[in-house]
Nanobody
């Protein structure tokens, strides 16, 4: 069982930036970030696979960047120009199998504990 430990998050004003980190305890090949706002379903935000290819939902394109550091077995979500609608609990997720660039919750076996991101206007 791979453990994912998240860090980062917090409260910022609109236009600000935050970086989320997710450290894995074992082998992972497909990684993604999800978020869930109160009263809404969890949605995939960004995904990255072993060769570095990435995918984003339209609402974060040009503002968020997913990346990974293989040496540290850690992946990141850099969030710039944050908007109030980005406010949510953010979760990292990963799989030891190639899941492509899926943003579906059912494709990932391992999940972080979640970290709150709050953006005020």
């Amino acid at each position: 069982q791979v453990q994912l430990v998240e860090s980062g998050g917090g409260s910022v004003q609109a236009g600000g930036s935050l970086r989320l980190s997710c450290a894995a305890s074992g082998y992972i090949i497909s990684m993604a970030w999800f978020r869930q706002a109160p009263g809404k379903e969890r949605e995939g935000v960004a995904a990255i696979v072993d060769d570095g290819a990435t995918k984003y939902i339209d609402s974060v394109k040009g503002r968020f960047t997913i990346s990974k550091d293989n040496a540290k077995n850690t992946f990141y979500l850099q969030m710039n120009n944050l908007k109030p609608e980005d406010t949510a609990m953010y979760y990292c997720s990963a799989s030891s199998r190639n899941r492509g660039l899926s943003l579906g919750t059912g494709f990932y076996r391992f999940w972080g504990q979640g970290t709150q991101v709050t953006v005020s206007s």
